[in-house]
């Protein structure tokens, strides 16, 4: 099942386990209850209902030509059992900078270490701008120094942002010092890199660097 | 070297030892940092960091190149220059706080300006008003064991940040802090920086920290491999690719 979809289905669910709601209400409520991230199509939201009213999962009753919706038993039940499931994306990751790593290995391990430098800095970059865009919007929530949030889910919201670009920033810090200390071991054993590095093809023309700064084989 | 530049180094070098035991810290290292600015160092552990810190703050003198502090230059400064340096130009914040607990918050800020010669109600001048700057301008009477670990960085930072130094040299200033707490102080720097035009080198080990710096600095094995000049606009106008 679609990640996006079993979020939003599952949104719904929470939302009337407050109580019953019509549909475009619940379109508000979803996208105030994340932070103003996930921006709903009203249409997304009665397809939804229409399938957890399907499912037997929410009933519809018509009120003065509106349709309201209410949690059922089944619903209930559906609901804690989502409460209770840890989000599983399943490993291995195949995020777009593990590949781009992984893929710039076989190049050599400079140019890995050109690639990295560049990822570390365009990284570094977004969280700059997101703090610059936090100090305009006046949605600084960095401690008791900060000013208050526009909204506490959206203060949760930019925090994930900010330690997921971190985890990724370490990351990169971690693959440095791999690369380093294995190109560090072969300069002091003198071994052969792709003798060390399995897949690895070894340079016989130095590599030179781009006009992004990023190491290129030499062409042949 | 810039004249405009706070702290310029120009091709500095530091070895530690010598023969089969020489350690390279510093290798060739060229940067400036402006008034204003708050220019992060990172890199992994045993890069030099700490050294070109020590070096920039005239603790450990280069073994060859030129570093300009505060418009003096360390490679010919006499030991009272040097001196004058470090009490009346460059502050120092670390991860060990160095408080005092038996002094307030007040005394400990103003102990090193009394130890300096400064009269008593000068020094208490100079250290209310620094701890103004960091906010606990309510805060005077109390002990260090009486505040946050946060709150007590920035007893630390009102202590380096007193008179009109030009220079702050930060060491892991948020080492045992938790993460709202280090932000906080990060923050505070930050400020220092736009506000009162504090040239500011902050050592850290914190990806996150370069949200808040104007320049990011890479060390590898003493040498400086990536320099990140950030800016709002270069994403927008594409110049870095995310």
């Known amino acids: ?220 | 070297m810039n004249s405009n530049a706070v702290v310029s180094f120009e091709a500095v070098t530091k070895v530690f030892g010598s023969g089969s035991t020489e350690i390279r810290a510093l290798n060739n290292v060229t940067f400036n940092v402006f008034p204003g600015e708050l220019v992060a160092v990172m890199g992994p552990s045993g890069c030099g960091k700490s050294t070109l810190l020590h070096v920039a703050g005239g603790l450990e003198r280069p073994t060859s190149g030129q570093v300009v502090t505060a418009g003096r230059n360390l490679g010919d400064i006499s030991a009272q220059e040097l001196a004058s340096l470090r009490r009346n130009d460059v502050g120092y914040v670390f991860q060990r706080l160095n408080l005092i607990p038996s002094l307030t918050a007040m005394e400990n800020v103003m102990l090193p300006l009394e130890l300096d010669g400064l009269g008593s109600r000068q020094a208490r001048h100079q250290a209310a008003e620094a701890l103004e700057r960091v906010r606990l301008g309510d805060g005077l009477s109390r002990y260090p064991d009486d505040f946050s670990g946060g709150q007590q960085q920035r007893i630390a930072i009102a202590r380096a940040i007193t008179g009109t130094r030009k220079v702050l040299l930060a060491d892991e200033p948020t080492g045992s802090l938790d993460t709202l707490a280090a932000d906080a102080v990060i923050n505070l720097l930050a400020s220092l920086a736009k506000d009162r035009g504090t040239a500011i080198l902050l050592v850290t080990h914190e990806p996150r920290f370069t949200a808040w710096a104007d320049r990011v600095i890479y060390l590898r094995d003493g040498q400086v491999v990536d320099e990140s000049i950030m800016s709002s606009s270069a994403i927008a106008e594409g110049t870095v690719l995310p």
């Open chain 1, 1 to 220: 099942m679609h990640t996006e979809y079993v979020s939003v289905r599952e949104g719904i669910l929470s939302l009337l386990a407050e109580g019953p709601s019509y549909g475009f209400a619940l379109k508000t409520h979803f996208e105030t209850a994340t932070g103003g991230t996930w921006p709903l199509n009203v249409g997304q939201v009665y397809t939804t209902l229409d399938r957890l009213e399907r499912d037997g999962l929410v009933v519809m009753e018509e009120t003065d030509d509106q349709k309201l919706y209410r949690l059922t038993d089944a619903g209930h039940d559906e609901l804690e059992d989502w409460w209770e499931a840890v989000p599983n994306d399943g490993p291995p990751p195949r995020d777009e900078l593990l590949i781009k790593l992984l893929l710039a290995l076989p190049h050599g391990k400079e140019h890995a270490l050109a690639v990295l430098s560049r990822q570390r800095s365009a990284l570094a970059q977004i969280l700059h701008a997101r703090r610059q865009a936090a100090i305009t919007t006046g949605a600084n929530h960095s401690g008791e120094l900060g000013q208050s949030p526009t909204t506490f889910a959206a203060a949760l919201l930019d925090d994930a942002v900010l330690m997921r670009t971190e985890a990724d920033l370490r990351w990169l810090d971690r693959c440095e010092a791999r690369i380093v200390a294995d190109l560090k071991d072969l300069t002091t054993t003198g071994g052969p890199e792709a003798g060390a590095d399995p897949g690895h093809r070894a340079d016989t023309n130095p590599p030179r660097p781009n006009r992004l700064g990023l190491m290129r084989r030499n062409r042949r």
